[in-house]
Nanobody, 121 residues
Framework: QVQLVESGGGLVQAGGSLRLSCAVS????????MAWFRQAPGKEREFVAA????????NYADSVKGRFTISRDTAKNNAYLQMNSLKPEDTAVYYC??????????????WGQGTQVTVSS
């Protein structure tokens, strides 16, 4: 089955940067898009960024636009999230997702286990 593994999370001071990685294994015949979501304790999982096949389309949540950059490596089928100018409100578990369509909803087909990002003030 398809498996996604996130990495790169950790503790960082406000204003700092982190780069998250998502490694995908297994057959993904309908995986046209990859996305990042995040979820803080007691909060609903929210959309962060998404990227379509061949990187033709990219979408960002307003809260991260201009600070985060999503990219993908088509050869390795990996996705990345470069996070700059981090704020305490960015603290959450970040999840990678793969699906047939690029969407800002949680309607993706496969999900990773998540990686913790903590931004201190």
């Amino acid at each position: 089955q398809v498996q996604l593994v996130e990495s790169g999370g950790g503790l960082v001071q406000a204003g700092g940067s982190l780069r998250l990685s998502c490694a995908v294994s297994g057959r993904t015949v309908s995986s046209d898009a990859m996305a990042w979501f995040r979820q803080a304790p007691g909060k609903e999982r929210e959309f962060v960024a998404a990227i379509g096949r061949y990187s033709f389309r990219r979408n960002y949540a307003d809260s991260v636009k201009g600070r985060f950059t999503i990219s993908r490596d088509t050869a390795k089928n990996n996705a990345y999230l470069q996070m700059n100018s981090l704020k305490p409100e960015d603290t959450a578990v970040y999840y990678c997702a793969v699906g047939a369509v690029l969407t800002t909803t949680t309607g993706y087909d496969y999900w990773g286990q998540g990686t913790q990002v903590t931004v201190s003030s």
